[in-house]
């Protein structure tokens, strides 16, 4: 059973860093691909960045590319983000998701595809 707990979010002003970090408390961490969502007041659901089980393979949104790094240690069975020069844009509650489908099936940018979430942590960006 994955059961998925993030933390590390909080307030910080424009520009600053944080760092999520995603626990599972179940024993089988390392056999789900883990990624990041976001959602903003009165928005969708927005992918943010992607990892495969063994760590080699890595997708972020086009919207945090260069700024946002996505990491796990499979041995400590987390995910984490790395979250640097963060912008007002970025105020969202964050999730954390997984999924035991294969890096190459499917398509891992899309929410429908992650049985499996946490109850998410809020990131607010003062400017």
């Known amino acids: 059973q994955v059961q998925l707990v993030e933390s590390g979010g909080g307030l910080v002003q424009a520009g600053g860093s944080l760092r999520l970090s995603c626990v599972d408390s179940?024993?089988?961490?390392?056999?789900?691909?883990m990624a990041w969502f976001r959602q903003a007041p009165g928005k969708e659901r927005e992918f943010v960045a992607a990892?495969?089980?063994?760590?080699?393979?890595?997708y972020v949104a086009d919207s945090v590319k260069g700024r946002f790094t996505i990491s796990r240690d499979n041995d400590k069975d987390s995910a984490y983000l790395q979250m640097n020069s963060l912008k007002a844009e970025d105020t969202a509650v964050y999730y954390c998701?997984?999924?035991?489908?294969?890096?190459?099936?499917?398509?891992?940018?899309?929410?429908?595809?992650?049985?499996?979430w946490g109850q998410g942590t809020q990131v607010t960006v003062s400017s």
């Open positions: 998701a997984a999924d035991s489908r294969l890096w190459s099936s499917g398509t891992v940018w899309n929410a429908a595809e992650y049985l499996y």
């Open positions: 179940g024993p089988t961490f390392r056999h789900y691909r």
């Open positions: 990892i495969s089980q063994g760590g080699a393979n890595l």
